[in-house]
């Protein structure tokens, strides 16, 4: 699969109001979640844990002989910094809509 193009802050809004979450984006590959988390809303990084992901890898490997950018990316959790933070989801959209929006994302 090749590099996904950034969602950019409309498709994001429209995403969080439609309440399609969680949802993650970001580009060449996902590293931004959307979530309801610990009783309030985030933008919030996903990390790859590296052990897991060397277990992963290896697995992949030895069970398909393949491990692509996309299976690591998969692994993401999100328990990175967190960008924004609402009590609800129209507090989030409130806030996405004024933040400086990375080109990334």
């Known amino acids: 699969m090749a ?5 950019g802050k409309n498709r994001v809004l429209a995403l969080l109001r439609a309440g399609a979450l969680p949802f993650s984006f970001g580009s060449p590959h996902p590293f ?5 988390q610990d009783g ?13 992901a060397e277990a ?3 697995a992949a490997m ?3 002989g393949c491990w692509m950018p996309e299976q690591y990316y ?4 999100p328990t990175g910094r967190v960008f924004l ?18 080109r990334e994302w």
Not at 74 to 77: C, F, Q, T, V
């Open 3 to 7: 590099p996904v193009a950034p969602l």
């Open 32 to 36: 931004v979640a959307v979530l309801e």
């Open 40 to 52: 309030v809303f985030r933008v919030r990084e996903l990390i790859v844990e590296p052990a897991e």
């Open 56 to 58: 992963a890898a290896k």
């Open 62 to 64: 030895a069970e398909r």
């Open 74 to 77: 998969a692994l993401g959790k």
């Open 85 to 102: 933070e609402a009590p609800t989801r129209d507090a989030l959209a409130e806030r996405l809509e004024t933040y400086q929006w990375p």
